[in-house]
């Protein structure tokens, strides 16, 4: 499979990090301001793992049960361990991995498991069409 069907060439690099400590209402607003739907919780330490908050998270664990997130942190509400893919991951492989777990955000590391990027649902926009047009000329119209 070419590099473009991998998941690099469709990532979005500019990852956002919290610290598991900070309060909901702070990672909420970072998200808000940033026009993003999740952010990665760093690692408290080398045996740690990274965590991930999303929208879905908010809305389940918050909302939908009546918490206040200046009263939460973090490090309550998260997902983790995260599940990641390789940068080469094919597009593909990472669409089933997403239907089957039934997650719509998912952390990009490099080989050394570092995260160098997210993809999302809403990235599969661009892929499908993008298939559509047989993987010609990406177009930002």
Request: hydrophobic share 45%; net charge negative.
């Amino acid at each position: 499979m070419h590099l473009r069907h991998t998941v690099r060439d469709w990532m979005m690099d500019l990852v956002v990090f919290v610290e598991p400590d900070q309060t909901v209402i702070e990672a909420i607003s970072l998200m808000r301001r940033r026009y993003i739907n999740s952010v990665i919780v760093n690692k408290v330490g080398p045996d740690s793992s990274y965590g991930i908050l999303t929208t879905r998270d908010i809305s389940d664990k918050i909302v939908a049960v009546n918490r206040n997130p200046k009263d939460l942190l973090v490090k309550e509400v998260m997902s983790s361990p995260v599940i990641t893919v390789d940068q080469l991951t094919s597009v593909m492989d990472c669409a089933n991995i997403m239907k089957t777990k039934r997650i719509h955000h998912i952390p990009v590391v490099n080989e050394n498991g570092n995260i160098v990027g997210m993809i999302s649902a809403g990235d599969f926009l661009l892929i499908a069409e993008a298939m559509g047009n047989n993987f010609e000329e990406r177009s930002l119209s």
